[in-house]
């Protein structure tokens, strides 16, 4: 009772108060009785009590719906009796037949209550219609007991509907709608039955005995109807749980909703479901699952996992064979099952057992595509060698570091396609399982050298074990060792060398071990500065290319006259380096480009360092920007060294360095170039060489140039004072 809404509560107070009304005002009149109104009264509630005890449920929801014969009962009653007679033994039958049925307190007090205002309503009702009719054997008199009951049942329906709608939640009316159908047709058979009884017990009580067969019919009548109601929702609750069972397979977790059907489907106080997988214990219900962690529970019975609980004996069904599913289906209800319904759990033990191992096939079927998925995007050449030495998958990387296709090589001897002996790589000892070896393969442009990974793979079928291999291109992996240790040595170079001047320098100050005129320093000062320079240099291009690997590079870009940035370079250029000739040619057409004016210019100082760096120092470089089309090139041109053609491809690479030549080994990180580069691309442009080895070199690099009148439209709009600054972000 305490699980009921306080809005239930108050109703059945309130309508246990009305009843108890409902026998007092009959107080009066039963001081009055003789022995025929106890006699009738005994009849009748005994009578009500047999009809009370044969009714028959129909649930509906959380609810349940009882027919009964009893109105009929009472309206033959209420043609014959007076009306405390008829209270009394509303009162007695309707209680003690509820409590003989066992149910709950406030269950009768609220039904004993509203029968007793029914009743009570009945008899008023009856008093008045009644006034036109004389006897039991007038018709208008069946009229009046007909009014009459009609306001007991419009009362009893209510007063059900009400108490179910407020428990459910649902709306009184939505209630009301599914069982009114039926509580017509059956009220209208128990009051034409009622009225039969009463004229026979007027006209003629032995042939009441004549009765005994139809009302019989009728009741085997009604249960036969309700139960087939009842089929039919258990029908459709079944087709429900087995819905629920076959749905999707997205988890093996979710059987709250099943559970809950099966629930109502039996009916039970609780279904479970535990399953057992190693010593996990899940513990499945309608409202939800609840994980457990029990030691040796791969050993332990099942029942085990089964709890009881005080008044219910909890009744089972194995769920799956105990090898590869093992679980069991736990009913907690007061009956036991009957044979249809143990039938039924069993199917559906059966049917959950079956949808675990598709969730299980399925889920190994998807890592295996996931792992497939893997092996084919990889960027190591991987391939599996059955025990008879033959190729039996081959990924696309294998395909691109041998040049054979998936297609020539699976189903091949491994030793045909790569030259790898099968014993020698793969069989020859279980142990060496894992260890990389450096070895040489055929592939279609001759030997190559890799290092090859093998491991043995089993199948859970218990297969013979293949041998799987992953494959690189050593050639590669030196390449990338290589860069490293080029990166350790550059970094360590670059940013000793500029230290070494600029603390020598700095320690013959202090101990002032040099000339110390006032323009020697001058001359110290200037030369620790270019060191300074040079390792900020070092520095900020090492910071620039951990921002391009990390993918932070920020690109702002905003219209650029490209002679005003070239113009300020070039003359900040030629202050610090005064003895260098640099020319400027062109610049004057030069046009306005779609840059970040910070970046393009650390373009242009790299290839002007450059320039002067890989030039004798008495000839000239020269700068020029050139519009054409809607690109604006951007020259810087020496007639220095020149980079042979072999090595032109590959200078705008991070680290590379021409270095052969006799020429003496310049300073540089080989980064300028490629920062050069992602900085141009990623402005939307491109950076090209020419190049003339003894002759001269000639790096371009190309701009979009702004569309002027966009410009001007889009400044019209711009608050007075605020540049035109569309800003863009590339990663
Ligand atoms: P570095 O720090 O070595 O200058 P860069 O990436 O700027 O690195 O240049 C890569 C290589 O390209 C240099 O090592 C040099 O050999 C060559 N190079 C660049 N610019 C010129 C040039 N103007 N003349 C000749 N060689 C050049």
Known sequence: MSALPRSVKLLIAGATLLGIGCVAIRVPQIATWDLTDILAVLLIASLTIVTER?????????????FALTDGVWAGAL?????????????????????????????????VSQFLIGITLAEAAFAILGVWGDGPTDPVMWLAVLGAMYVSFAVNATAIMLVVSMVEGTSFLAVFRLPLSL????????MALGLLAALLWTLEP?????????????FSTYRRWVESIRER????????????????????????????????????????????EGNRVAVHASAGVRHLLVEDADTAPLEAFVAVRSGVSPQIAMVGDGQDVRGVLAVYRAQVLTATE???????????????????????????????????????GVFVVDTRGRITTWNPAMEALSGFSERQAVGQRCDDVLGLDRDSFFFQDDAGDGEPRDTWVHTRDGDKQVRLRTSVIRDEEGA??????????????????????????????????????????????????????????????????????????????????????????????QPVPLDHVLTRLVREFRQQHPERTVRMSDVGRSAVVMADPFRVEQVVLNLLSNADKYTPADLPISVSAVPIGDQATISVRDRGEGIPSEHRDRIFDRFYRVTEGDGPRRQGSGLGLYIARTLVEAMGGRIWVYSDVGVGTTFSFSLPVVDLAIVGEAEAHELPGEPFRPVLVRG
Not at 54 to 66: A, D, F, K, M, Q
Not at 345 to 365: N, S
């Open 54 to 66: 044969n009714s028959i449920p129909l649930r509906h929801g959380s609810e349940t719906v009882n």
């Open 79 to 111: 043609l014959l009796v007076s009306p405390s007679v008829l209270t009394v033994s509303v009162l007695l039958g309707v209680g003690v037949g509820q409590a003989w049925n066992r149910w709950k307190p406030y269950k009768i007090a609220y039904n």
């Open 183 to 190: 509580n017509v047709v059956h009220w209208l058979g128990n």
């Open 206 to 218: 032995i042939a009441l005995v004549l009765m005994v067969a139809p009302v019989a019919l009728t």
């Open 233 to 276: 929702d258990q029908m459709r609750d079944l087709y429900e749980a087995g819905r629920a069972l076959s749905g999707p397979l997205a988890s093996d977790d979710d059987f709250g909703g099943f559970l809950s059907l099966l629930e109502k489907l039996l009916p039970a106080d609780r279904v479970e479901l535990v399953l057992v």
């Open 342 to 380: 143990r039938l039924l759990l069993d199917g559906l033990a059966d049917q959950i057992a079956v949808r675990l191992q598709d969730h299980r096939l399925f889920g190994t079927a998807l890592e295996r595509a996931r792992l497939s998925e893997i092996v084919s995007h990889t960027s190591d």
């Open 464 to 557: 013979p074990p293949a041998r799987i291999a992953v494959v690189r291109d050593a050639g590669e992996e030196a390449r990338a060792e290589q860069i490293k240790r080029d990166f350790v040595s550059m970094v360590s170079h670059e940013l000793r060398t500029p230290l070494t001047p600029l603390k020598g320098f700095l320690l013959s100050l202090v101990e002032g071990t040099v000339e110390d005129s006032a323009e020697k320093r001058q001359e110290y000062y200037r030369i620790m500065l270019r060191q300074a320079q040079r390792l900020e240099r070092t520095v900020n291009d090492m910071l620039d290319v951990s921002q391009i690997e990390a993918g932070g590079l920020v690109i702002d870009l």
